[in-house]
T-cell receptor, first 116, second 111 residues
Framework: EPEVTQTPSHQVTQMGQEVILRCVPI?????FYWYRQILGQKVEFLVS????????KSEIFDDQFSVERPDGSNFTLKIRSTKLEDSAMYFC??????????????FGAGTRLSVL | QKEVEQDPGPLSVPEGAIVSLNCTYS??????FMWYRQYSRKGPELLMY????GNKEDGRFTAQVDKSSKYISLFIRDSQPSDSATYLC???????????FGKGTRLHILP
């Protein structure tokens, strides 16, 4: 069964460093999302991406964050200068197009980001 | 008032029991309602999907949506220890919209 793949599974970084979280969405999907989940809290929307541009972003997604689809398969989230409060699980999700796709988003297993 | 409210539990029930999980929400514009299951340190996995009001059944799982009361439910029949996980209710306004999640209910099925 097709799945969303995220790498690395765990990323440890020093405060102020840049990190890039990588995702390979399901191959025929056209809508891409990043969510995060701080330990013990709910899953929160960060950004949605379609047709090579951001569709919507949350208040969390400030100038320190950026997303990119550098080729036909990868979707990345970059945090330019990490802060302690960026420590969380980051989930990538993707969705197909067309009426049948509804709003069924498929999630990856996540990248645990630990900022020290 | 929070957009989506869900009792975090934990909820412990004996194996074989019927489990009832629910969420309330405040935004009447929500049209798409989902239940995701999340195992520890894993990503959310879609269990059930419902558009607008009504019931949907899939094996041991039944999802109900009551838009007039802004209340959604998930029922698990003949619960198994493997059903032990966190169950997240989720909803969105439009088809390609962001998903708003509840905080999740931790469920333990006792053998």
């Amino acid at each position: 069964e097709p799945e969303v793949t995220q790498t690395p599974s765990h990323q440890v970084t020093q405060m102020g460093q840049e990190v890039i979280l990588r995702c390979v969405p399901i191959s025929n999907h056209l809508y891409f999302y990043w969510y995060r989940q701080i330990l013990g809290q709910k899953v929160e929307f960060l950004v949605s991406f379609y047709n090579n541009e951001i569709s919507e972003k949350s208040e969390i997604f400030d100038d320190q964050f950026s997303v990119e689809r550098p080729d036909g398969s990868n979707f990345t989230l970059k945090i330019r200068s990490t802060k302690l409060e960026d420590s969380a699980m980051y989930f990538c999700a993707s969705r197909g197009a067309g009426v049948e796709a509804k709003n069924i988003q498929y999630f990856g297993a996540g990248t645990r980001l630990s900022v020290l | 008032q929070k957009e989506v409210e869900q009792d975090p539990g934990p909820l412990s029930v004996p194996e074989g029991a019927i489990v009832s999980l629910n969420c309330t929400y405040s935004n009447s514009a929500f049209q798409y309602f989902m239940w995701y299951r999340q195992y520890s340190r894993k990503g959310p996995e879609l269990l059930m999907y419902t558009y607008s009001s009504g019931n949907k059944e899939d094996g041991r799982f039944t999802a109900q949506v009551d838009k007039s009361s802004k209340y959604i439910s998930l029922f698990i029949r003949d619960s198994q220890p493997s059903d032990s996980a966190t169950y997240l209710c989720a909803m969105s306004v439009n088809r390609d919209d962001k998903i708003i999640f509840g905080k999740g209910t931790r469920l333990h099925i006792l053998p």
